[in-house]
Each structure stands twice: as C-alpha cells, then as structure tokens.
C-alpha cells in the first residue's frame, strides 16, 4: 500500500496493515457490536486509522469518532501561541471522552508522532501545557485506569518517527523498516495473527498464576546503578496480557505488549535504581535517568538529558514521585531481541521491566472493581494526574521476590525467568 508520510511515498505492506487494524479491533478491543468506540490518531496515521474504522463498523460498532491530532498543529501552538494559553487545556474535549466511557464507548489511541517533537521547544512551557493536559485529562484517565471500559494501543510509521530509529537510511527505507518492525512486535506477521495472540495471552496467563501464587510482599532489583526494594500494595494482583475490564469485556489494552505488571506499594520503595533506556516523554527524550526513594518517594533525581524537564514531571502532583506499576518482561522479548531503541514507550516498555511514576492501575488489586478510591490509597495504591513508565531492566539485573518473613526466591536472573 502506497502511503504518503510528510511527502514521502512509501509503500507499506497492505496484508499486515489490514491484519493490524484487524487484531487492534478483535483482540486490543474485542469491540462489541452496537459499542461505540472513540478513537484518536494522528493525521500521519490516516492509512491505518481508516482501516480500524473499517473493521470497527464490520465488527457491529455503533458509531466511531474519531479526533486528530497534528505534529505541524502542536509546532505551532509553540512558536506562536501566547505564553498564558500553556496553563490550559480542552478540559471540555475530555470531560465528553468520559461522558462516553461513562455510557460504555470502548477507546482506542493510534500512537505515531515525532518522538523529539518538543526537544528544541521551552521545556517550562512544554511542561507547563504537559500539566495542564493532565489534569484536564485526569476524569477521562480515571476510566481507563480504572479499567471502566476496554481500551487500546497500536502504532503507526510516521517518518519522522522512522528516521529517529533508523537515522542512517532514507526516508522511504526507515519508514518500510520502521513498519515490518512494528509489524512484528505486534504479532501480525504471521499467518493467523489472532490464534498466535491466543497463544501469547496463555503464556502470559501462566506467569501472573505464578506470581500471584508466591503474593510476594517486594521485590528486590539488583544491578549496575540498581539497588532497589519495591513494596507490593496489600492485595495486589499480577495482571499481564488479555484481562477483562468492568464492562465484561476481554482485550489487550497495548498491542504490542510482552510484560506481567502490578500496583507497588506507594510507600515502600527505598533504593536507587537508574534507567536502561531512553524515555521519550510528551516530545523530549530523558536519558540517563538514576533516582533514588526513600519511604517510596523520590527524593534525588537526575538524567544526563532532558533534567530540566523529568523534574517538572516530579513537581507534577503529591502523587508524581511515587510509583504505580511496576512491570517483569524477560530481555529476550522479542522487542528487546529486536536490537531496536524504538522512542517510544508503547514498544520499549516491552524490551525491558519497567517502573511507572504515578498513577496505579486499581484493576492490579484482588477484587479492584469493587475497592473504592479510599480502599486503594489504603492498600498503597498511588493517585497522581500521571502515568510514566520508564525502562530499569536488563540482561545484567537480577530480582528476587520477599516474602513477609523475608524468604527470597529468584525471580529473574540476568534478565531472564528464574
């Protein structure tokens, strides 16, 4: 299929493409007939977004909105735009969004903007309108963390992504590149994409089985630059691949996904730990990142790129230097197996285990459609306006788990199931 990414012609397989939209609509959203479906893409992303709207009305979809956004658009709210309009955001756009979770519309985001699109941007600025985003986002949010509705991710070769990851080649080779990558993390070069995520769901299942067997009280990462404890919040739950959301609906919330993750105790981390990937943030990449918790709170930070703007995130809230997920994935995912530092956390998340600043996901909780907001605090579950995951594994870290009684069993070893 010939698509044309900021006047570049490239053609991108259309079988995978087409099997893309497809998996995102049967196995990311299982979207149910007459279930109306609110859907956000870039305008790069048009070819794959058009597909997804295919499937969406073939599979019984009610109605499918649709709202864009632009690379070019957001530039130029930066260069031009007044300094106080960085303190707002279209509150109104996300209160409708969670007017519409509220009556059981599914979600699905099409992720495939320039990673540094804000790098050479006012980083108070780009913080500033992060922030303000946030918390207008924040009752939307709460539906998706909450796990109200069923909710998806999947990604969508822009160029000026592609070139990020393939900086060496030419426009129209990046993007097939970037494409058969994305391809393949997501499963769909395959013959039967749907059997093989059935497939992946149940090996997934089989490790959350196991963790939440062992109901580990922390885990204990080791490593170059890590030495850290990560308490567990009382009653959580180990979720990872396919789970059900309160509507009654089974899906794969990211499509690509390799990870096995649960809600951290917000008050007890202690320890350093540094980051083993980039994190792409909102347009800016920090790299280097090595904090350290005392009493689950960050009380030390610093990265060798993008500082200025981490701290901003850590001034965010009460809630925004502590943890609410921490996430397992062995380094010979195939992601990681990729070689490829993709910017973009959809994908990197899923090379390396990760922490997540912010807030906790209250499905990660025995019983946690039924625990209200006062319950999960009480349990250590964290509440922030965000949600940052940022990459702490490799093949040089070793976990354990801790029981109450302080016996260690092995986890991972050099970033592998034990």
């Known amino acids: 299929m010939t698509t044309h990414s900021r006047g570049v012609s490239v053609t991108i397989d259309p079988v995978k493409l087409d099997r893309l939209a497809e998996v995102a609509i049967k196995v990311g959203l299982q979207l149910q007939p007459g279930q109306d479906l609110v859907l956000t893409s870039s305008i790069a992303a048009l070819p794959l977004t058009r597909r997804i709207v295919e499937h969406a009305y073939k599979a019984g979809a009610g109605l499918v909105t649709p709202i864009f956004n632009d690379d070019e658009i957001t530039l130029a709210r930066y260069r031009y735009g007044a300094d106080a309009g960085f303190d707002r955001a279209a509150g109104w756009l996300y209160e409708g969004m969670a007017k519409a979770f509220s009556n059981n519309a599914a979600r699905l985001a099409v992720r495939g903007e320039d990673p540094s699109l804000l790098s050479g941007q006012d980083p108070s600025k780009v913080a500033r309108a992060n922030k303000a985003n946030s918390m207008a986002y924040q009752p939307a949010l709460e539906k998706i963390t909450g796990f109200d509705i069923n909710w998806n991710i999947v990604a969508y070769p822009d160029l000026a992504w592609a070139k990020q990851v393939f900086p060496g080649d030419a426009d129209d080779v990046a993007v097939v590149k970037l494409a058969d990558a994305i391809f393949a993390a997501s499963r769909v070069d395959v013959e039967d994409p749907i059997g093989n995520w059935t497939a992946h769901n149940a090996a997934l299942k089989s490790r959350t089985e196991w963790l939440n067997g062992h109901n580990f009280h922390a885990l204990h990462f080791t ?19 396919a789970s059900t959301a309160k509507n009654g609906v089974t899906c794969n919330p990211n499509i690509p996904t390799e990870e096995v993750f649960t809600t951290p105790h917000a008050r007890r981390v202690s320890g350093h730990v540094s980051s083993t990937k980039p994190l792409s943030y909102q347009g800016t990449l920090i790299d280097e990142i090595s904090v350290r918790f005392e009493d689950g709170r960050i009380v030390e930070a610093k990265a060798s790129k993008g500082e200025d703007v981490l701290k901003k995130v850590l001034d965010t809230d009460e809630g925004s230097r502590r943890l609410g997920e921490v996430a397992l994935v ?12 993709f910017f973009n956390t959809l994908f990197d998340e899923n090379a390396a285990c990760h922490i997540a600043l912010g807030q906790c996901y209250s499905k990660c909780f025995v ?40 016996e260690r069993v092995p986890v991972m070893r050099k970033g592998e199931w034990a």
Do not use: C, Y
């Open 330 to 341: 062995p380094h010979s995912s195939p992601i990681s197996a990729s070689g490829l530092l």
């Open 223 to 241: 490593g170059p630059g890590t030495d850290l404890t990560v308490g567990l919040a009382d009653g959580h739950e180990w979720m990872g691949g």
């Open 367 to 406: 019983d946690g459609a039924s625990l209200s907001q006062e319950e999960i605090a009480q349990r250590g579950g964290n509440k922030s306006f965000i949600h940052i995951d940022w990459m702490i594994g490799s093949d040089k870290i070793d976990i354990d788990g801790l029981s109450k009684d302080g």
